[in-house]
C-alpha cells in the first residue's frame, strides 16, 4: 500500500471469526502521525462504523457536528408495522432510493479498513451501517449490527429474497410511479412527499402472503442476540478499539465503547463533531473519514 508497509500476518479461522497472529512489528511512523501511532501500537483493533464512514460514497448521514438529528428520526418498527398506508409510504420512498442507494461503491475509507484486516490488524469490524459497503470492500470479518438493506425479509415466514428482486417487482407493480425524482434519504429511500402513498401498491411475500420489511434493524427493534454476542467475543480479544464516522448516539453501538472503557482498552475516534463518548476517548481525529483513513488505503 503506498506509503505504509504494512506487517504479513498468519490468519488461523475460529468457531466465530477469524484470528491474527503478528509476524513482524510497523516501523516506526512519524510522531505528527498519531492516527499512524495508534495502528501502529495496537494490532487486535476492534473497529466500530457508522453513516459518517459513507458520506464520501453518497450516501447523507443522520447527524450534524453537534450529534443533533438533520432530519426526522428513521422509521420506527411499530410505524412500519402499523398499516398499509406507513408500509406504502416507506416502500415507494424506498423504491426511489434505490435507483442511488443500489449502485454505491466502497470509498476510500472502507478500502483502508479492508486493507488493515487483510494485513492482519483487525479483530473485528462492528458496523451500524446497512449498505454493505465493507464487504463490497473486501472486509470479511464483519458483523452488520442492523442488519443489510440489500436484503427483504418476511415477517411471518421469515423467508429473505434480495432487494433488487424487490425493486423488479415494486417497478412493474408501480409503472406510474417510475418517473418521479426526489433527494436521496440516509436510509436508502428518499424525500417523496406530496404524493398519495395510498395509490401505491406494495408486493407481499411470494412463500406466505406475509409482510415484506428490509432486513434491518429499525428503532425499536431488538438486535439479534447472535450478533452481539460474536461482538463481545471478539471485544474480549481485542487490544484496542477504532471507531470511525459514529457519533455513538445510539445505544446499540455505543455500549461496546463503554464496556471497551470499563475494561481499559485504549479507543480512538475518527468523527467529524461531538460523540457520545467524547470523555472516554484516548485519541480523536477530527477529520472526514475519507481523509483520516486514505494514508492507510
Not at 477469524?18 to 495508534?38: H, I, K, M, Q, R
Not at 409510504?89 to 424506498?94: S, V
Not at 406530496?194 to 411470494?206: E, L, M
Not at 432486513?215 to 431488538?222: L, M, S, T
Request: charged content about 20%; overall charge negative.
Amino acid at each position: 500500500m503506498p506509503g505504509r508497509s504494512w506487517p504479513c500476518y498468519a490468519i488461523t479461522a475460529t468457531a466465530i471469526g477469524y484470528s491474527f497472529g503478528a509476524v513482524n512489528t510497523l516501523p516506526a511512523l512519524d510522531a505528527d502521525d498519531p492516527l499512524g501511532a495508534f495502528l501502529q501500537t495496537h494490532s487486535r483493533l476492534f473497529v466500530i462504523t457508522g453513516a459518517g464512514i459513507s458520506t464520501d460514497s453518497g450516501i447523507p448521514d443522520y447527524r450534524d457536528v453537534q450529534g443533533a438529528w438533520k432530519r426526522s428520526p428513521p422509521m420506527t418498527l411499530q410505524v412500519f408495522m402499523s398499516g398499509p398506508p406507513a408500509r406504502a409510504r416507506y416502500w415507494a420512498r424506498g423504491m426511489i432510493g434505490w435507483r442511488h442507494f443500489g449502485s454505491v461503491q466502497p470509498n476510500v475509507a472502507h478500502r483502508a479498513l479492508a486493507a488493515m484486516e487483510h494485513a492482519g490488524r483487525i479483530e473485528l469490524l462492528l458496523t451500524q451501517n446497512v449498505d454493505g459497503l465493507h464487504e463490497a470492500a473486501g472486509n470479511i470479518n464483519v458483523v452488520d449490527l442492523h442488519g443489510r438493506l440489500d436484503r427483504v425479509r418476511c415477517m411471518q415466514c421469515g423467508d429473505i429474497t434480495r432487494r433488487d428482486a424487490m425493486q423488479a417487482r415494486l417497478e412493474a407493480a408501480n409503472p406510474d410511479w417510475l418517473d418521479l425524482h426526489a433527494a436521496i434519504a440516509p436510509d436508502g429511500d428518499a424525500d417523496l412527499d406530496g404524493v398519495d402513498f395510498s395509490r401505491f401498491d406494495i408486493p407481499a411475500c411470494t412463500v406466505c402472503g406475509g409482510i415484506l420489511k428490509p432486513d434491518v434493524v429499525y428503532f425499536g427493534e431488538n438486535v439479534p442476540r447472535a450478533r452481539v454476542d460474536t461482538a463481545w467475543a471478539h471485544l474480549g480479544r481485542a487490544d484496542a478499539m477504532l471507531v470511525v464516522g459514529s457519533s455513538l448516539m445510539v445505544y446499540s453501538g455505543y455500549r461496546f465503547v463503554l464496556e471497551a472503557s470499563r475494561r481499559g482498552l485504549p479507543i480512538a475516534s475518527v468523527n467529524l463533531g461531538v460523540t457520545r463518548a467524547d470523555a472516554l476517548l484516548t485519541l480523536k481525529i477530527e477529520q472526514s473519514c475519507a481523509e483520516a483513513l486514505a494514508p492507510y488505503a
